[in-house]
């Protein structure tokens, strides 16, 4: 007979406890507060200005991030050079920044006063303290998400099928159109979730380079900060859709990723 010992009751209890800390406060938002004061709160102008700009922007930035993010992560998938693995850490250099930090490196950056920020300005272009700023700020802290997605894609997929695509006479664009994206698109789909839940959570550095300004640059995660102290159902309602929505991209990224994290078409 097997003697089972303290240590299966010791991993249990261990999941128990773990499983009690991390639910019980994301119950706590759909509990502590009815259903029907949550949908009351989500109908104040200030909650629906705050969704619809997070939807707006996060948008944006989303498009941004893969329209510039694909080709960019195919090059580093598909290519062997010398300083690769440094481009490669500066890529993914802002995923471990503090949000304050990131914040005020865009304000370095590309604010009124910033590295870039003159040049912007005498074009008429205005970031800091803006919806455009806003854009910026997600697109920073959220296009490495992609982007370490998206190569992870691109390297898996067997290079055979580039080679025989180019051997047949197609041009690189039209193989990397053609052959390479489709062949990653469930790797590139589960970079897009990521990158689209980081963007909808940020707050740190959309807080210090764009301000919180209702309408303008006051996106879901700040008009949380901004309505907690004072208006905490009003707090929990715009919580609640954002738990919603993550649990929703979670279930999507865990569908397409596959076995591997990688996506179906990319074993």
Known sequence: ?????????????????????????????????????????????????????????TTLALTVIVLVGTPAAYLLATRRFRGRSAIVTLVELPLVLPPAVAGIALLAAVGPAGLLGRGLTGAGIELALATAGVVVALTFVASPFYLRQAQAAFGALDQAWLEASRTSGASEARTFLRIAVPAAAPGLLAGGALALGRALGEFGATLIFAGSFQGITQTVPLAIYDRFATDFDGALALSAVLVVVSAAILLAVKLVRGPDGLGVAAR
């Open 1 to 57: 007979m097997i003697r089972r010992g303290w240590f299966p009751a010791l991993i249990t209890v261990a999941l128990a406890a773990a499983l009690l800390f991390l639910i019980l406060p994301i119950a706590a938002v759909f509990l502590e507060t009815s259903p029907g004061a949550l949908v009351d709160s989500l109908g104040s102008q200030g909650a629906q200005e705050a969704l619809w700009l997070s939807l707006k922007t």
